[in-house]
């Protein structure tokens, strides 16, 4: 594995903090009335669903989907893999996949045609960052706390093989 190190801080937690609850406040309107299901992609959507969360005020349940694309350690190559299924039917549910990042969009495109196939009530899509650059797909964000360059990003969940992920600011990675 190739060394790198942290380049500099793009979002620190301040700024991260206060567009949560933004986010979690116009969920929260959105969804007045119903209950919702939030399907967090692991694993490094986990500390942003931890957030979010409790940033909402409408009673919300949780539930986990692992999904692996192939391919190297920076690039989505389009074959999805479920690695874990949610435990829970999600039929006739209003449900919303919580993501941390949306880069060629390969991997939501996928599991947004596998979630529709089990009829929920709706499905939307919330993601923390997004690289519009990177789309290779037809796929967009219903919340979307951040537009980013094209940049690899670490911290706040999101990882380089599996390290970083508990910094809590979100950094750019050097060389
Ligand atoms: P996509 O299928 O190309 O949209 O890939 C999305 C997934 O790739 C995300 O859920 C992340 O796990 C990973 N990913 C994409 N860009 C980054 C990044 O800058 N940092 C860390 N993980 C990333
Ligand atoms: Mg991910």
């Known amino acids: ?28 309107r959105d969804y007045a009335g119903e209950k919702l299901l939030l399907i967090c992609v692991l694993k490094g959507a986990v500390v942003f669903l931890a957030d979010l969360m409790r940033a909402i005020t409408v009673p919300v349940e949780i539930d986990f989907m692992a999904v692996s694309s192939y391919g190297a350690a920076t690039e989505s190559s389009g074959i ?73 990003v670490v911290g706040y969940g999101l990882d380089f093989s599996e390290q970083y992920r508990s910094l809590p600011d979100i950094c750019v990675l050097g060389e």
């Open 1 to 28: 594995m190739s060394h790198k190190t942290v380049k500099r801080v793009l979002l620190d937690r301040d700024a991260i903090r206060e567009k949560v609850a933004e986010l979690g406040a116009q969920i929260s």
């Open 80 to 152: 999805v893999r479920i690695l874990k299924d949610l435990d829970c039917s999600i039929d006739n549910k209003h449900c919303l996949i919580v993501e941390d990042i949306i880069d060629s969009g390969l991997t939501l495109k996928y599991l947004k045609e596998n979630l529709l196939a089990r009829k929920p009530a709706s499905l939307r899509i919330v993601t923390l960052l997004d690289k519009p650059e990177r789309r290779q797909v037809d796929i967009a964000p219903d919340y979307c706390g951040f537009q980013i360059p094209d940049e690899f």
